[in-house]
């Protein structure tokens, strides 16, 4: 039997397609170790200077303990091969191997686990730990064989310590379509709360709590799940090939990847003193397992305007011209890097003659005119999608010879249907071609920015992909997502709508936390919703924001709140039709000019969240700290006026810094003993470290 990690690098074939497969992103100072006998003992390693893994040879098995606790017990590994189901338990001897690496997370060592006999295919648990890292580790399962076929890969699943105290587990969307929210659910016996890529259970008093996630998005989709059961140890498991038509909207099983070898997705898992540190430590480690294949936005913060927050299917040149005479004459303070975004989302073709074979001129002047006033024009476009399905399938993709019949994403006897639009195979060479048509108009028009919508469209289960390489719904994602990025090239930030949450990072310089939102206290608590339980994702992209903010003609505490929620997202991208003239057009003035509120803009962080036991609510308090400024913000989502008295423990300023604050939105100084929030009002305050 031929050994399976002394080789560096090996050959793997994962869905008919031959790529190179290393343990690690390795440097020329690796060392290999040497296998040890197959001795049936227990083999201990430390993940952090506190906490260390217990691998049980005789059955298979690993413990997790944390400062002398056992915070994860009898884990195991499993995977569904060529039908069957194999474990790690199930195995006659194992055999371990240590070997040093240097990879994106610094130095660390790579524990190996090859399992074998019993007339089982070879199973490898493989685990990576960093010294200079605190809380966490990474384990991903490998099964090797001849003619090996899979769609279920669990690396690591087993029991869980009892979490004290407002114990919560968080439900995390797999993307923002279809209004889908965060929930932070009780977690008692019983609940089954199964999470898409990431999952945390946690003390909302202590803080304290466990992080599981995939940070590899590239082949497969993966599952969380938490149990709290009664009469026995809660539990959790994680594993690759996780599909529910409500989550991930696929409505076939997880596609399978095949070959002599077959991996799953690499799983983060920690304990943490504080859930939101390691939630913001698994948002990091995803920029770093899987860099981003965009270029990076080293520009500023980005602010400005799309018109779909009121315009919509108004939209005109004319219209859209007047906008960007608003904003260089009655709004010129609203700016970062001396410049706005000018965003023409859909019906921007309401602007060319002769369809889109047409005559693009006045989309052109268009972005030449918001340039000569110091403006970046933008534009929209959902690549993967076909609006017009229900006019038959012989209709001719533009760019292409082929019909939209053939480019169809096939799952069974029908197609992947979702928000009206009928999703297109992104392996396909007419989806592709197409995509070089549009872009390369748009880019000839002179745009500088781009906000791509429906991507979860590519991301869909086929029951076959054009490209017989491709065989799952995240592989066809990267495909088509690379081709869109390689036709981009460096000229547009790239903004990223509707979309998977974790895959897209990749691809997006800035990404929309939640689906639209528009004007009133309602939506602004929605969208605060997603910054609740997923502000990390500011870590994983350049920056996350919250959408069009529109003003219209609500109460002057609903326009706070609603600006405060896109600033404590990170952006600040606004919505109304500022080509005519109304109450929100001087609110504008008044309120988006404040030089304070883009100071904290130009930071470009997602603010973090005070609590974590909302359920299916959202915190009213978020922090940040710029320099030697601490700022809290505070909404009041209800129908009556609030006092806050504010306890900077909790908030995580140290008491005895500051007394007295400052408020950005009311211009006066406040007493943190007492802070009144009207109705449906929100208020930033600043606080002077001393």
């Not at 290393?22 to 049936?40: D, E, L, M, N």
Request: glycine share 10%; with cysteine; proline share 4%.
């Amino acid at each position: 039997m031929r050994n399976f990690f002394n080789r560096f690098i090996i050959a793997v074939q994962l869905s008919g397609l031959l790529c190179v497969w290393q343990p690690a992103i390795v440097s020329a100072s690796t060392k290999t170790g040497t296998v040890q006998p197959a001795q049936q003992g227990i083999i201990s390693f430390s993940y952090s200077p506190a906490s260390n893994i217990s691998y049980d040879q005789k059955n298979g098995t690993f413990s997790v303990i944390e400062n002398g606790k056992t915070v994860l017990s009898n884990c195991y590994s499993k995977a569904n091969v060529n039908g069957k189901f194999i474990t790690s338990t199930a195995y006659k001897t194992t055999a371990y191997a240590k070997t040093l690496i240097t990879d994106g997370f610094g130095r660390g060592v790579q524990h190996t686990f090859t399992l074998t006999g019993n007339n089982l295919p070879n199973m490898v648990q493989v685990f990576y730990t960093y010294p200079s890292h605190k809380g966490y580790f990474f384990v991903e399962l490998y099964i090797e064989g001849k003619n090996l076929k899979t769609n279920y890969m669990e690396p690591i699943a087993g029991n869980m310590a009892a979490i004290p105290g407002d114990a919560r587990s968080v439900f995390v969307p797999f993307d923002n379509d279809t209004f889908i929210s965060y929930d932070s659910k009780v977690f008692k016996a019983p609940l089954i709360n199964t999470s898409a890529e990431v999952g945390t259970v946690f003390d909302n008093n202590s803080r304290k709590g466990l992080v599981f996630g995939s940070v590899e998005h590239e082949i497969w989709k993966t599952g969380v799940r938490t149990i709290a059961k009664k009469d026995s140890a809660n539990t959790f498991e994680v594993w690759g090939g996780y599909t529910d038509e409500a989550v991930n909207r696929d409505k076939i099983t997880h596609g399978y990847i095949s070959g002599n070898t077959v991996k799953s997705p690499k799983v983060f898992v920690g304990w943490f003193a504080d859930w939101r540190n390691g939630m913001e430590e698994f948002g990091k480690a995803n920029r770093i397992a899987e860099p981003p294949y965009i270029f990076n936005w080293t520009k500023p913060t980005p602010v400005g305007w799309n018109s779909w927050g009121v315009m919509q299917e108004k939209l005109n040149y004319d219209k859209a011209i007047k906008v960007a005479d608003f904003f260089a004459d009655s709004i010129p303070a609203f700016r970062n890097g001396n410049t706005a975004f000018i965003d023409l989302d859909s019906f921007w073709d309401n602007m060319i003659s002769g369809g889109w074979e047409g005559d693009f001129g006045k989309l052109k002047s268009f972005a030449d005119y918001c340039k000569s006033k110091g403006l970046q024009p933008g534009v929209y476009w959902a690549p993967f999608t076909d609006w017009g399905w229900k006019g038959g399938p012989d209709r001719k993709v533009l760019g292409s010879n082929y019909t939209y019949g053939e480019t169809w994403t096939k799952v069974g006897d029908g197609y992947h249907d979702i928000d009206g639009a009928r999703a297109t195979d992104p392996t396909h060479p007419g989806t592709l071609q197409h995509i070089d048509y549009v872009i390369g108009k748009l880019k000839a028009c002179g745009f500088k920015m781009i906000k791509i919508d429906f991507l979860g469209h590519a991301a869909a289960e086929s029951s076959h992909f054009y490209d017989p390489k491709i065989t799952t719904g995240m592989q066809a994602y990267k495909k088509g997502m690379e081709h869109l990025v390689d036709q981009l090239g460096d000229q547009m930030l790239v903004y990223a709508a509707i979309s998977p949450s974790l895959a897209t990072g990749r691809y997006a310089h800035m990404r929309r936390i939640a689906c639209d939102a528009f004007k009133t206290v309602k939506d602004t608590r929605y969208t605060l919703n997603s910054v609740n339980y997923g502000w990390w994702q500011t870590y994983l992209y350049n920056y996350i924001d919250a959408d069009h903010v529109v003003l219209s003609t609500e109460s002057e505490g609903a326009n706070r709140a609603r600006m405060l929620s896109a600033v404590v997202t990170g952006t600040f991208i606004t919505g109304d039709d500022f080509s005519t003239h109304g109450r929100w057009s001087d609110r504008a003035k008044a309120m988006y000019q404040n030089p304070e509120i883009l100071k904290v803009v130009q930071n470009g962080k997602a603010f973090r969240p005070v609590e974590g036991n909302t359920e299916t609510g959202t915190t009213e308090q978020f922090t940040q700290k710029i320099g030697n400024s601490f700022y809290l913000a505070l909404f009041n989502y209800g129908e009556t006026d609030k006092v806050y008295t504010i306890d900077p423990k909790r908030i995580g300023m140290e008491a005895g810094k500051a007394a007295n604050a400052k408020s950005l939105l009311q211009g006066t100084n406040v007493n943190t003993k007492s802070v009144l929030v009207k109705a449906g009002d929100a208020e930033l305050l600043k606080f002077e470290l001393n």
